[in-house]
């Protein structure tokens, strides 16, 4: 990496130049900031909503269920889940018997926030694997043996039929806790324009913080008729990026890569993003200027240069072939809208006052147009990270 490159990304940040779409419901600002901090321009467009506790029947009968008996294993999934329910046990009158239960019962929990909110309450959990994942829960229950062991499992937002009916098969009887749900956004509108945004190339990733939101977007683009669209944006120029790997499960079952940490945390999942998004830039030496194109963006010397769709779009087919001519027909196909010679000779006025360098870009007479490379920088290549 040159030291101009490296001292422009110290300045501007590792995603600068690049758009992020949040889908979450909760915490949308907190990972929102943390992006921007970083460079990141950022969309927002909330997947799901969560919905109130207090007139759940379900929950109430499963809590009611806990209280008049013992149990001998409790498995808790999240911390704000867990806090919830008690919270709505409490408002119940059951918050005294279902506390003396739960003392009494093996308590597992899946990671640092649902110890967290256990301890916070007054317990000590049993026993929290190093992977923080359901799966090694289930495996570590079903190699001790359940037959005839009474277990709650707290859901996070869904059913987990992949978990509790392997315990019901091995002779457990399992109780659900449903501490709460997702439903769609009353207003879709926002999340509508991150699928938009995603299908047309105007944004570079897609984080998300839970397994039904993922499901949420996956639905809504189905049911809009722009789910082969979605499934190409995330194939070829959009970065599904996960906070861990139950919330990546949905997108891994249509064999869409995702990145997510190890830890299942904000902040890991911002650094993991700007790991993972800067190496997609593309880098040039265009006439004695350093070159970045980024997702939304190009970076100039270190200045960030905004370019507009369609003229990024020229930008990314004059680039294929760095230095060599692009006819005008090949630049007409590369439109996003399609269009004619006249609609290139404009995006090409655009994209020279974008840059803010005319000779970055140069005319070949009647043949077409080119990146204004000398051989040596033909030959380059982009510089090592």
């Not at 308590?107 to 007054?122: E, F, M, Q, V, Y």
């Amino acid at each position: 990496m040159t030291a101009q490159r490296q001292e422009t990304l110290r300045q501007t940040g590792p995603l600068t130049g690049f758009t992020v779409g949040v889908t979450a419901a909760r915490r949308a600002e907190e990972l929102a900031t943390m992006l921007r901090r970083r460079g990141a321009e950022v969309q927002h467009g909330p997947a799901i909503r969560i919905l109130p506790l207090a007139d759940d029947r379900e929950l109430f009968e499963a809590s009611r269920n806990l209280a008049d008996r013992p149990v001998d294993k409790v498995v808790v999934t999240t911390g704000i889940g867990f806090r919830g329910w008690l919270e709505a046990a409490e408002g119940w009158g059951l918050a005294a018997e279902l506390a003396r239960h739960l003392s009494e019962a093996r308590l597992l929990t899946r990671g640092p926030k649902s110890t967290g909110a256990l301890r916070a309450a007054g317990f000590h959990e049993t026993w929290c694997p190093d992977s923080e994942s359901n799966s090694e829960i289930l495996h570590g229950l079903l190699e001790e043996g359940v037959r005839g062991q009474r277990i709650a499992v707290q859901l996070h937002g869904r059913r987990m039929p992949e978990f509790t009916e392997e315990l019901r098969a091995a002779g457990a009887e399992v109780i659900e806790i449903p501490v709460y749900r997702w439903a769609a956004p009353l207003d879709i509108g926002p999340l509508d324009g991150l699928v938009d945004a995603a299908v047309n190339r105007r944004i570079d990733a897609l984080a998300f913080t839970s397994a039904p939101a993922v499901t949420s977007m996956l639905e809504l683009a189905r049911h809009t008729g722009r789910w082969e669209g979605l499934l190409t944006a995330f194939r070829e120029h959009v970065v599904a990026a996960c906070v861990g790997p139950v919330c990546a499960q949905p997108l891994r079952e249509i064999d869409v890569t995702v990145t997510f940490p190890e830890r299942a945390r904000l902040g890991s999942l911002v650094r993991s993003l700007s790991h993972s998004l800067p190496q997609r830039g593309e880098y040039l030496r265009i006439g004695g200027r350093e070159v970045e194109l980024r997702g939304q963006g190009v970076l100039v010397d270190g200045e960030l240069r905004p370019v507009s769709p369609v003229p990024m779009a020229l930008l990314r087919k004059l680039a294929e072939r760095p230095g060599r001519v692009v006819s005008r027909e090949e630049l007409v196909a590369a439109l996003p809208n399609g269009g004619e010679e006249h609609a290139v000779e404009t995006a090409i006025g655009r994209l020279r006052t974008a840059l803010g360098a005319r000779r970055l870009v140069q005319t070949v007479v009647k043949r077409g147009y080119r990146l204004g490379m000398d051989s040596s920088e033909m030959l380059g290549a982009r510089p090592p990270s």
